[in-house]
């Protein structure tokens, strides 16, 4: 399994938050999980990250579709809010518009709120979890690799994630590629929070996917 860090500047990748963890962090500061002491290096696979900088044009969206897959369309749109906040816009690309999780899709994200890349973290190891992952040395390293990548976001900002055909997972932070990490497990981990039918919100799943309400 390999993390690529490619961009020192501040970055990070969406997740989906638990309501009740969501609402407090929005009235006051995140607290932070302690999941990352239980990280042992030994037990994983080596993890190897570059500190070079890429200095590449912003890609937009439709750009960074078309990189990974054939004939990209939009699949759905959604914004994620928790009573009266508005968290984020959410779109979904796919092959002809239609997702299926073993080929080529990606899911941008928009920021309305500002974040902690830190917590967006641990929110989506929390998220993994109640979806029913509960290997914890799994998850651990998983924390690890995502807080290594993932930036503090401001309103405005923008993650998009990508699954290539490869099933590796890459993160672009306002259209500049900051990491990737070539674990078909996390990929599949990380995409559930927002598409499996276990999701904390099926109703943005619909929307995300073009289902009927």
Request: hydrophobic share 40%; aromatic share 12%; glycine share 6%.
């Amino acid at each position: 399994m390999k993390l690529r860090r490619l961009n020192n500047k501040q970055a990070t990748y969406p997740r989906k938050i638990l309501r009740s963890i969501l609402i407090a962090a929005l009235l006051s500061s995140f607290g932070f999980s302690t999941l990352g002491h239980a990280y042992s290096p030994e037990a994983e696979k080596k993890l190897s990250v570059s500190s070079a900088a890429v200095a590449n044009t912003p890609l937009s969206f439709s750009q960074i579709t078309e990189k990974y897959i054939d004939s990209p369309k939009v699949v759905g749109e959604a914004q994620l809010k928790v009573m009266f906040w508005k968290i984020y816009d959410a779109k979904l690309a796919a092959p002809n518009g239609e997702w299926k999780k073993d080929t080529p899709f990606a899911l941008s994200l928009t920021y309305l709120r500002d974040f902690d890349g830190e917590e967006i973290a641990s929110r989506s190891i929390d998220e993994m979890r109640d979806i029913g992952y509960e290997d914890e040395v799994l998850l651990a390293k998983w924390f690890e690799q995502m807080r290594s990548v993932f930036p503090n976001v401001k309103e405005g900002e923008n993650i998009t994630g990508v699954m290539d055909k490869q099933q590796h997972t890459h993160f672009y932070y306002d259209g500049n590629l900051i990491g990737s990490i070539d674990d078909q497990s996390f990929g599949q981990a990380f995409f559930d929070i927002w598409l499996n039918e276990k999701t904390s919100e099926p109703k943005m799943r619909k929307q995300l996917l073009g289902l009927k309400k």
